[in-house]
């Protein structure tokens, strides 16, 4: 079945600078991947997402990458705000299909004012 | 729309005794997921439905876990007998379409003493 990787588990940064997270995917038939920010004791809310015919999505501050050679797509956060800290988690859909959503173990993002 | 509806918000119980969540998703949603988020084992997929029908429950971990969808408005989680390792916020959440947002609840936190 389809595995996601996410890295690094947890990244701080100072506020104005860049975050990258990094995901990779095992199921060449995931074509859906999006991105979740879930703030301390709220469910997850999608921030971004991308479908495997783009290479690249932005929406102001935040881009993700996808490379579907190398099966991984990227999350990256430009001028970084204290309201940015949050568990941002990736997530793909296995199959293609109709079905449910794998969601990466997340990463603890701290943007230090 | 008020969103994907779950209840309880907090619920303590005793090992032993049985435990059930309830989902009222997105008015329109045609599927409908729960998750189960630790932080040993992240976001973990219990069972997801499509039009009211159980398509996956490979997630759920025991028999001690079902999972019911009678109509479209409304889905419960149950765990009888419940144990400590039970333990975990659990979220609800509905989307329409293989490429779509996923609506995710506030969850229900959970605790088994």
């Known amino acids: 079945g389809e595995n996601v990787e996410q890295h690094p588990s947890t990244l701080s940064v100072q506020e104005g600078d860049s975050a990258v997270i990094k995901c990779t995917y095992s199921d060449s038939a995931s074509n859906y991947f999006p991105w979740y920010k879930q703030e301390l004791g709220k469910g997850p809310q999608l921030i971004i997402d991308i479908r495997s015919n783009v290479g690249e999505k932005k929406d102001q501050r935040i881009a993700v990458t996808l490379n579907k050679t190398a099966k991984h797509f990227s999350l990256h956060i430009t001028e970084t705000q204290p309201e940015d800290s949050a568990v941002y988690f990736c997530a793909a859909n296995p199959g293609g299909s109709q079905g449910n959503l794998i969601f990466g173990k997340g990463t603890k993002l701290s943007v230090k004012p | 729309d008020a969103g994907v509806i779950q209840s309880p918000r907090h619920e303590v119980t005793e090992m032993g005794q049985e435990v059930t969540l309830r989902c009222k998703p997105i008015?329109?949603?045609?599927?409908l997921f729960w998750y189960r988020q630790t932080m040993m084992r992240g976001l973990e997929l219990l069972i997801y439905?499509?039009?009211?029908?159980?398509?996956?429950d490979s997630g759920m971990p025991e028999d001690r876990f079902s999972a019911k969808m009678p109509n479209a408005s409304f889905s419960t989680l149950k765990i009888q007998p419940s144990e400590p390792r039970d333990s975990a916020v659990y979220f609800c959440?509905?989307?329409?379409?293989?490429?779509?947002?996923?609506?995710f609840g506030q969850g229900t936190r959970l605790t088994v003493v």
């Open positions: 959440a509905s989307r329409t379409g293989m490429t779509t947002e996923a609506f």
């Open positions: 008015s329109g949603h045609n599927s």
């Open positions: 439905f499509n039009n009211n029908v159980p398509i996956d």
